[in-house]
C-alpha cells in the first residue's frame, strides 16, 4: 500500500528564519509525483511545491524548496525567510502514475510563525 | 475567473437524511475528484473521475455515491448508510496528464445534527 506519513504535527518558526517539514512516503513505482500543499486558516488548498521522482534536482519555488531523497522515500519541505502569511496546516502528497492519477496526502503539519 | 465552486459552504443534516453536495468547474478538466477532511487527519479520497459517465471508488466509498454526467460538474451525495458523515468535504479537478496539479474548490462543511 502506497503511504505518506508525515511525523511532526506541530512546527513553529521564528519570523525569518528557516523551518524544514519531514515528509517520508511508501512506493514500489519508480515514477511519480509529489507535492507539497499548504491549508491557510481559510482552508482553501494552495499549491506550494511540486518534483517529479525522475528529475534528481531538488525543485525551488521562491523560499521554498525541497530536499527530495529517493532512495531513502523522503521528501522535506524547506521554507526560508519565514513569514507570517506562511502559518498554515502543509500537507504531503504523492500523486500515482496511474489508478486515476489520484492524490494521497500525509495527515499534514501546523506551522506556527512567532514575530 | 476559472475554478471549482462548491456549494453550499455550509450545511446542516437532521441523521437518515441524504444530501448533495455540488461541486462545479470552468477548468475544461477532465479529472474530478471528492476529499473528505477530518479534524487532525489528511484529506482521504472518496471517488473520483477520470472521464464523463465514468467515476471509481476512492479510499473511503461507502456510504457515498457520485454522478458525473456533464465534464463540469461532479456532484457527492452524503447517504444515509454514512455513519459519520459530519466533516470537511473538498473537491477538486485536474487534466488527465501526469503530474499535473490538483486544483481545489473552498470546501463543503457538513454537520448532522
Known amino acids: 500500500a502506497q503511504t505518506v506519513t508525515q511525523s511532526q504535527p506541530e512546527m513553529s518558526v521564528q519570523e525569518a528564519e528557516t523551518v524544514t517539514l519531514s515528509c517520508t512516503y511508501d512506493t514500489s513505482e519508480s515514477d511519480y509525483y509529489l507535492f507539497w500543499y499548504k491549508q491557510p486558516p481559510s482552508r482553501q488548498m494552495i499549491l506550494v511545491i511540486r518534483?517529479?521522482?525522475?528529475?534528481?534536482q531538488n525543485a525551488t519555488e521562491n523560499r521554498f524548496s525541497v530536499n527530495f531523497q529517493k532512495a531513502a522515500k523522503s521528501f522535506s519541505l524547506k521554507i526560508s525567510d519565514s513569514q507570517l502569511g506562511d502559518a498554515a496546516m502543509y500537507f504531503c502528497a504523492y500523486r500515482f502514475p496511474r489508478k486515476g492519477n489520484k492524490l494521497v496526502f500525509g495527515a499534514g503539519t501546523i506551522l506556527r510563525v512567532k514575530s | 475567473d476559472g475554478g471549482i465552486t462548491q456549494s453550499p459552504k455550509y450545511l446542516f443534516r437532521k441523521e437518515g437524511q441524504n444530501v448533495t453536495l455540488s461541486c462545479e468547474q470552468n477548468l475544461n478538466h477532465d479529472a474530478m475528484y471528492w476529499y473528505r477532511q477530518d479534524p487532525g487527519q489528511g484529506l482521504r479520497l472518496i471517488y473520483y473521475s477520470q472521464i464523463v459517465n465514468d467515476f471509481q471508488k476512492g479510499d473511503i466509498a461507502e456510504g457515498y455515491s457520485v454522478s458525473r454526467e456533464k465534464k463540469e460538474s461532479f456532484p457527492l451525495t452524503v447517504t444515509s448508510a454514512q455513519k459519520n458523515p459530519t466533516a470537511f468535504y473538498l473537491c477538486?479537478?485536474?487534466?488527465?496528464?501526469?503530474?499535473?496539479?490538483?486544483?481545489f474548490g473552498e470546501g463543503s462543511r457538513l454537520t448532522v445534527l
Open positions: 518534483q517529479e521522482a525522475y528529475k534528481q
Open positions: 477538486a479537478s485536474s487534466i488527465t496528464l501526469v503530474g499535473g496539479e490538483l486544483f
